[in-house]
């Protein structure tokens, strides 16, 4: 095998001939670890079980913790009547102080505290996924993120600056959430105003020029009518640790109001802005990497001569620092979000809350791309190699208005004890796309592969809106209830029920005469045809929880989902083979799981295993033989997942997290290796972070993450990488306290300066890099 040089370390050039499992260091004995640490964990509450009398009363689970600490007692939705302890489905948790201590800043970085959930693709062809693009459980979740349980739009990136807690709900949501994807949901919890007067800012530094400063202002305005006020800042202006030009420039206010703290009725009013103008990643070519190879090909665009085959598929990896793009490319957006809440206790039993929210996100960016248009005016000279660029612009809009009514009651009835909760909700989504002249969006001249420049001249850029846009209304009006029967001291069964009436109006134009330069007026040739589609969803889910003790349980859950054609990206079709044809039914999702909860340690460490099997139908495939279009399709997701987080001892915490799966795709192949894998879906993740606060007020801590080989998706590519290779993360951190004022923080990221693939796109033609070691040294006021 040869190998070559590269950022400090040597990378085989040539892969194995077949897909394989990427072998790891000890990876046998950590599945032998893992594995028994799942048996361990769900046979240690039947090994504590004691029974109790038959009139004996289990006392209340409490949910107090100390102030800092990482492990939550409840989800924060309504919905969710009962303490994590006693809820039939896997939820986990993050709250902010674990963000903290890690130094994370976006979802994206909080949600590596779970297993198996990542930023996996790039995107498709020469375009670029912006934002929280997640991969979840084998599936896209990127249209199933919330804020206060409400859905939030847009494919941007997401500052954890105002927000208490992120919350990732695994398994269908489709009873809580309405429509949605088959593996779960993502809220995030904003921070609200309390009844003490404080102050906190941070203010960071750190690698590829990383300024990040926050501050957080609470203040009492009456405390006798439970008034107070919050304000959250924060303004960042940094790069990306080992990519050249990438950058996040972003700032952000949050005001938020709230009356009536400790009375019957309280009401929370609140507004968030956040302002980003960033440089994006466009990855970059994956030659050179395992699994690269050319054949040489006459008819392709260039064509491939045997000698350029040979070069190319043999060629030496590019420094994953550099960018192809320009340095003139941008995402801007601005994000505005103004929600009112309102909660009345009628009485103990009896609870009201509504919340009313319009939310607008407007994204611009211009970017630029490639694919693999490779050019070699002299194989024997990797110098003179270039690669075509692409133009794209994407300018969007995306609009919510919501009102939700939850009304919770408790009661009796025939010696059951009863937690119930009714709801309406209705909600309007829009979505506008505009359109722009492909030759107003300018031409840049082929980058040199290995040493490209940013500041190559874009040729005729005068970016200018054709008419042809789309646009998407989504209508729907929901109805949904949910009961917790606590049978005795030992059973609760619980069941919910939602129906969903989704009306959604697609507008899109057609271009009858393009010119190849904008000559026209802006709409000039453009006819708006439209296409509508309209429907029920109804999902349910069951539950049942056997307590061996107050603080274990055992339990067993049943639960479905449904997306309508346009559900997640508001855009119809009339073609076969696109799952938004308006003549398709919803596609359907049903998942059973069954797992054991423990809280340890007097309910400070909180112990989880979950076994899970999730069906999805009406999926579109293709016909091998007629190459028809049918939704006879089907993908199967099944798995096994642990987890631990919360306090071992008073200064020492932890958090980890490991999921195995397997996957199978009915139908057609999707994968790249021509398996039926799901693709980005890594078949074992593991997650872990510790901290431990040391005499003289030094805290410790450290991290791990294992993401397995990832298979990325097929679209007739040859000869890109089919899969990545499976890779360790090791992150550290040290704290001291200067005072009770102050404390400083140093974050260490990627110790070991692991080269990895972080996301790659749908061909296999490019990459994003993980970072490189790095670090930032935060200083925390408090008052």
């Not at 490779?374 to 270039?386: H, K, L, V, Y």
């Not at 003549?583 to 979950?610: F, N, R």
């Amino acid at each position: 095998m040869t190998y070559i040089k590269s950022r400090k370390r040597d990378l085989p050039l040539h892969a194995p001939s077949q897909f394989q499992q990427q072998p790891l260091p000890s990876a046998n004995h950590l599945n032998c670890c893992l594995t028994a640490a799942f048996a361990a964990v769900m046979a240690m509450p039947l090994a504590a079980h004691a029974a109790p009398d038959d009139d004996q009363t289990l006392p209340a689970v409490s949910v107090s913790a100390a102030q800092d600490s990482i492990k939550a007692g409840k989800a924060s939705s309504p919905k969710y009547t009962q303490p994590l302890l006693d809820t039939p489905q896997t939820i986990t948790v993050i709250k902010k102080e674990l963000i903290t201590q890690q130094g994370g800043a976006t979802l994206t970085e909080a949600l590596r505290n779970t297993p198996g959930v990542g930023t996996f693709s790039l995107g498709e062809n020469g375009a670029t996924s912006t934002g929280d693009a997640i991969y979840m459980r084998g599936f896209d979740a990127s249209a199933n993120i919330y804020v206060d349980n409400v859905r939030d739009l847009g494919a941007v990136s997401r500052d954890m600056f105002n927000i208490d807690q992120v919350e990732v709900l695994k398994g269908p949501s489709g009873t809580d959430n309405g429509r949605g994807a088959p593996n779960g949901s993502i809220n995030l919890v904003t921070a609200q105003p309390a009844l003490d007067d404080s102050f906190a800012a941070s203010v960071t530094a750190g690698s590829a020029s990383n300024k990040r400063v926050t501050a957080d202002w609470n203040k009492v305005l009456d405390a006798d009518r439970g008034m107070a006020m919050r304000l959250n800042l924060m303004d960042q202006d940094s790069g990306v640790a080992g990519r050249n030009e990438v950058a996040n420039k972003r700032w952000g206010v949050a005001p938020s109001f709230v009356f009536g703290l400790n009375s019957p009725t309280r009401l929370y009013v609140d507004y968030l802005h956040i302002d980003q103008n960033n440089t994006p990643e466009n990855g970059v070519p994956t030659i050179g990497l395992p699994g690269y190879f050319l054949a040489p090909n006459a008819t392709s665009t260039p064509p491939i001569s045997a000698a350029t085959a040979a070069a190319l598929s043999s060629a030496a990896p590019v420094n994953p620092n550099n960018y192809y793009g320009s340095r003139n490319d941008f995402d801007k957006v601005t994000s505005d979000m103004f929600t009112v809440r309102l909660d009345h206790d009628f009485s103990q039993g009896l609870k009201l809350q509504n919340i009313t929210r319009y939310a607008k996100t407007k994204q611009n960016y211009q970017i630029t791309g490639f694919m693999g248009a490779f050019t070699t005016p002299d194989p024997s000279n990797p110098a003179t190699w270039t690669l075509a660029r692409t133009r794209q612009m994407k300018d969007q809009a995306n609009e919510i208005l919501t009102n939700q009514t939850n009304l919770t009651r408790e009661f009796d009835a025939g010696g059951i004890k009863h937690t119930a909760v009714g709801g309406l909700e209705l909600t309007q989504e829009k979505q506008k796309t505009y359109g722009y002249y492909s030759a107003s969006l300018g031409t840049m001249a082929p980058a040199n592969l290995y040493n490209p420049n940013p500041s190559d001249p874009v040729v005729g850029y005068n970016p200018t809106r054709s008419g042809v846009d789309t646009s998407g209304t989504m209508n729907t009006v929901s109805l949904y209830g949910f009961d917790t029967l606590k049978l005795n001291e030992r059973w609760l069964l619980s069941a919910g029920i939602r129906l969903d009436h989704y009306d959604l109006d697609f507008d899109y134009a057609t271009a009858s005469t393009l010119a190849a330069q904008p000559a026209l007026p802006v709409g000039t040739g453009v006819t708006q045809p439209s296409l509508k589609t309209s429907g029920y969803l109804f999902n349910w889910k069951l539950g049942a929880v056997y307590k061996l003790t107050p603080d274990s349980s055992l339990y067993g859950s049943y639960s479905t989902s449904r997306q309508p054609p346009g559900g997640s990206n508001f855009t119809l079709s009339t073609a076969a083979n696109n799952a938004g044809n308006v003549g398709y039914a919803p596609q359907a999702t049903t998942s059973a799981e069954i797992g054991a909860k423990w809280d340890v340690l007097e309910e400070k460490l909180g112990l989880t295993a979950a076994l899970y099997s999730t069906k999805v139908t009406n999926e579109v495939s293709q016909d091998p033989v007629t190459l028809a279009y049918f939704q006879t399709g089907e993908k199967k997701v099944q798995g096994v997942e642990i987890g631990a987080i919360g306090n071992i001892t008073k200064a020492w915490s932890l958090s980890a997290g490991y999921t195995r799966m397997n996957t199978r795709v009915g139908g057609s192949s999707v994968s790249s290796d021509g398996s039926s894998n799901l693709a980005y879906t890594p078949k074992q993740a593991f997650t872990s972070w510790t901290s431990y606060k040391l005499p003289g007020g030094f805290t410790i801590g450290g991290g791990a993450r294992f993401v397995d080989a990832l298979i990325r998706a097929s679209d007739g590519a040859v000869g890109t990488p089919k899969y990545t290779n499976a890779y360790w993360v090791f992150d550290g951190m040290l704290g001291y306290a200067v005072s009770k004022n102050l404390d400083l923080q140093l974050n260490l990221y990627n110790l070991a300066d692991k080269q990895y693939v972080a996301a790659i796109n749908k061909s296999g033609y490019r990459y994003t890099p993980g970072i490189e070691r790095s670090f930032t040294l935060t200083a925390n006021l408090r008052f």
